[in-house]
């Protein structure tokens, strides 16, 4: 997409502010001022048809009298003239408008900003909202905003849909010294949106982590696409993920898909680091917009103090970067400096005695040493030392050390003077925290980013063109037949031209029809309700498994249709389906669902009781690649059952993987015809016997 427009709204060389206003605490006011007030360089147009002057600066009565050029508007005039005025600024050739003005779509007028945009679009102009705070730039000195100040400065930007949340986290920067470059408000997302700031940061050289914080994303496939190509890291903090929630419905997966676990799944997709709460949006994005990834697993702890080494082990494991005890050479050096009763293992606790030249001499070994992948420095203030002192010898170790290429992060517990030496190393370049935790926590933050980069490369599923063409078919003949749901025949016919093992299987009308296909399938078989009104079929007694002679046979033809008409006495009855047994495996179940955001997404988890009770799946958005696979079937709690438990042999583990990817192109292929689907249960074999689609279900999506 072009990005000019963004370009003029963010950088602007010449700014109007329209419906620019004399009165103090009037928001046309307050931008002026902002302006001016911090050092704005460019033209400054106050557009007002009353007044001659405001605060020193000529105002014109329309923007088509402005001699200049004009870049950028920043809209303060009612939400029903606006149409008018977007009109009169394309008219005029500004690129960019940020919209302040509320009173469109988050009221219901909807139609107010579809105008807006409109006109916009015709003249090839931008808009940023409507219903915003601003933005903020210290590197342009751009206030075009109603919050109070720009940001303390730092290299982190920050887009966020809640303009309060902008303007407190504004201020917060200076208590907390957490700088930022750029706050935008993104407001309604009328036209601008996450993906197309994420695009234009690309080139933002003051930017070097971008933070969002996201309520709802519209086109979330557009966001997954543009951050997955990001020369810099991301940090999401998504909010409203409970209200997102699974809408009633008739397959299992609809009632375990959540807004929270489709969302993480995307912000990994993605290549996106996510934030769990607004504290820690702000320091690991500090972090991220200073030290660079961390490349491996090996981390040293140094301290001087066993009680903060101890609490920062135990968030190094919480956080996803255990620790290991440091190579026998580094273990040698490390002695060094520290008495006998200190422990060189990792962490490395030179106790209360070090001082300065301890600290020094560690830090900077610890980079250099090649075993290290980072360092995470900690620090009790001690009556023998001098916070600023340590936090000097600790800078100057990373300087020293000339290493550019493997991140720090460090925690001062203390009083006043370790406050004041957190202040320093923040503003000297190394984040620095109040707790050993969030020193370590901010590490995790830089080798998921890392981890995130290597899974970034690789890509999704194909289409199957052939697949895709004959299970229109079977998909438009039950349509056809007035259905939005597919028999467990049709389903299984679905699952087997991806490609997807299932049992041989056909439709008994009579009971001699399923005693003559209980014969030609073999013995054992099962015998199944075949019914568009009967979804769960064990619930209606509709499943009969292990039938071994033509007289079960037939008694269970005759049972399951007696409990198909007790259960449901109108519903419409195709017959029964007549099935291979399986053989008994391990139950695993597949699902997706259409989310609203982020369109056909593909759930796995262990089957049976694990799926109702601990409700242990996980999700993808489609097309799933086969890194994201392996990842689905290690990251649920159940992993270790998959391995094999209690002497049983491992699951087939590789068959699992590549059904998950064959069913995600399935549901990618089909996605406009799939509302949802699952396969409860997929029997799972032994490594090297795969598995079997015991049952299928899809639901198609109503046209
Ligand atoms: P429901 O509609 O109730 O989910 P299923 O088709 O899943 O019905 O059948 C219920 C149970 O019967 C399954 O969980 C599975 O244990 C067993 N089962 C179903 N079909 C087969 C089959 N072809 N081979 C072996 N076991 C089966
Ligand atoms: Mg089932």
């Known amino acids: 997409m072009d990005k000019t427009g963004i370009e003029k709204m963010l950088r602007p060389k010449s700014v109007a502010v329209i419906g620019a206003s004399a009165t103090p605490g009037k928001i046309g006011y307050t931008v002026i001022k902002n302006l001016l007030k911090d050092g704005y360089k460019g033209k400054i147009y106050p557009i007002n048809q009353k007044e001659s002057e405001i ?5 014109y009565p329309e923007i088509g ?31 960019g408008a940020l919209v302040i003005t509320s009173g469109f779509s988050e009221i219901g007028r909807k139609d107010l900003e579809d105008e807006v945009v409109r006109i916009a679009r015709h003249y090839g102009m931008r808009i940023l909202g409507p219903n915003i705070v601003g933005t903020l730039s210290n590197s342009e000195k751009f206030n075009g905003s109603f919050a109070p100040c720009l940001p303390l400065p730092g290299k982190n930007s920050l887009v966020t849909q809640s303009g309060a949340l902008l303007i407190a986290m504004d201020m917060a920067t200076y208590s907390r010294r957490i ?3 750029k706050m ?21 050289e003051e930017t070097s982590c971008v933070s969002l914080y996201i309520e709802g994303l519209r086109d979330g496939r557009r966001f997954i ?21 699974a809408a009633a419905a008739a397959s299992h997966t609809g009632s375990l898909a959540g807004g ?26 500090l972090t991220l917009s200073m030290q660079p990834p961390m490349k491996g697993d090996n981390f040293l702890i140094i301290t001087n103090g066993g009680g903060n080494g101890v609490l920062a082990t135990d968030a190094a494991e919480r956080f996803g970067i255990p620790l290991k005890f440091a190579p026998d050479d580094v273990q040698a050096e490390m002695k060094k400096h520290m008495p006998e009763y200190g422990s060189a293992k990792n962490p490395v606790d030179m106790t209360g005695m070090a001082g300065n030249d301890w600290y020094y001499e560690t830090v900077k070994f610890a980079i250099m040493n090649k075993w290290t992948d980072s360092v ?33 992060t460090v925690s001062f517990v203390g009083g006043e003077k370790s406050d004041k030496a957190i202040g320093w190393m923040v503003e000297n370049g190394i984040p620095a925290f109040f707790a050993p935790d969030t020193a370590v926590n901010a590490m995790a933050a830089l080798r998921e980013y890392a981890k995130l980069q290597e899974n970034k490369k690789s890509d999704g599923a194909k289409t199957d063109e052939k697949a895709k063409k004959l299970a229109l078919e079977v998909i438009a003949a039950a349509r056809a037949d007035g259905r939005t749901s597919l028999t467990e025949i049709e389903a299984k016919k679905v699952f087997e031209l991806y490609g997807m093992p299932t049992t041989k299987i056909g439709l008994a009308k009579t009971e001699e029809e399923a005693v003559k296909l209980s014969k030609e399938i073999g013995y054992p078989i099962v015998m199944k309700i075949v019914s568009p009104d009967i979804l769960h079929k064990s619930d209606a007694g509709g499943v009969k498994v292990n039938i071994k002679t033509e007289a079960e ?26 099935q291979e047994m399986a053989p008994w495996g391990t139950e695993v179940i597949l699902g997706s669902v259409s989310d609203p955001s982020f369109g056909p997404t593909v759930m796995f988890g262990l089957g049976g009781i694990f799926v109702e009770v601990l409700k242990d799946v996980t999700f993808r958005v489609t097309p799933v690649s086969k890194a994201e696979a392996e990842e689905m079937v290690s990251e649920i709690r159940g992993a270790p059952i998959l391995s094999g438990v209690r002497g049983e042999a491992p699951r087939d583990r590789k068959a699992i993987i590549e059904t998950i990817i064959k069913y995600s192109s399935m549901i990618y292929d089909l996605m406009d015809e799939i509302a949802e689907s699952d396969a409860n249960p997929v029997l799972v074999y032994a490594q090297g016997e795969g598995l079997r689609v015991a049952d299928a279900r899809i639901i198609l999506k109503k046209k």
């Open 55 to 59: 605060l020193g600066l000529k105002c």
């Open 65 to 95: 009298q402005v001699p200049g050029e004009i870049d950028s508007a920043v809209m303060c005039v009612p939400a029903k003239v606006m149409a008018e005025v977007v009109e009169e600024c394309g008219r005029k050739g500004v690129k």
């Open 179 to 181: 700088g930022y470059e």
């Open 184 to 204: 935008i408000s993104i407001g309604n997302m009328a036209d601008v949106d996450f993906a197309d700031l994420i695009e234009w940061f690309q080139d933002d």
């Open 225 to 245: 696409d543009v951050a997955k190509k990001s020369n810099k890291p991301i940090i999401a903090l998504k909010s409203g993920v409970s209200a997102h929630g």
């Open 260 to 285: 929270a676990k489709v969302y993480s799944a995307a912000f990994k997709q993605a290549g996106v680091i996510q934030a769990t709460d607004l504290d820690n949006l702000f320091y690991r994005g």
């Open 376 to 408: 995470v420095v900690l620090y009790c203030e001690t009556a023998i030392t001098d916070p600023a002192e340590i936090a000097a010898s600790i800078k100057r170790a990373v300087d020293d050390s000339g290493v550019k290429d493997k991140p720090i």
């Open 553 to 578: 046979a037939r008694e269970a033809y005759n049972t399951i249709l007696k409990n198909a008409k007790a259960y449901k006495a109108d519903a419409n009855i195709h017959g029964i389906a007549v």
